[in-house]
């Protein structure tokens, strides 16, 4: 009797174990921590000014550095994507937009898992060019419909 209640205990063992391995991969998004920058970080502002010139120079850097994983308009599909886990961020998210600069800035610098770090890969001026260019990809304030008297 022994050995079948220990062999149904190692079985119902493994079957739970599997079970929560396979839920932890399934959720491993969701159970990823918020990616928060540091308050100090999050103040920074922006020393560069959103005119069309750094809106210009801003869209070449992401072209070059952005765009194989965050996509063409922004949206996380680029052609690099697909193999990333997580999948690239939406940048037209309301959820970015409502980042402060530094915040943005703080992130491209430090880099998270898939994303690289770009300290050194972007010089400070473009980095703040790039969340520039970023504001331009968030969806435009939707319209109140007019109501009909």
Aim: positive net charge; glycine residues 6%.
């Amino acid at each position: 009797m022994r050995k079948k209640s220990a062999s149904r205990w190692a079985s119902a063992l493994f079957v739970g174990t599997l079970s929560v391995m396979t839920f932890s991969t399934l959720m491993a998004d969701d159970a990823r921590p918020p990616w928060v920058a540091p308050a100090r970080a999050a103040r920074k502002k922006n020393p560069i000014p959103a005119d069309d010139k750094s809106i210009a120079a801003g869209k070449a850097v992401y072209i070059a550095q952005c765009l194989k994983c965050h996509g063409d308009a922004g949206k996380g599909d680029g052609p690099s994507a697909k193999d990333l886990d997580p999948r690239p961020k939406d940048l037209s998210e309301a959820t970015i937009a409502s980042q402060t600069d530094g915040s943005m800035f703080w992130k491209i610098t430090t880099g998270r898992k898939p994303m690289p770090s770009f300290e050194n890969l972007i010089s400070d001026d473009d980095r703040w060019n790039v969340i520039n260019y970023v504001r331009t990809l968030e969806p435009p304030p939707s319209s109140q419909p007019a109501t009909q008297p």
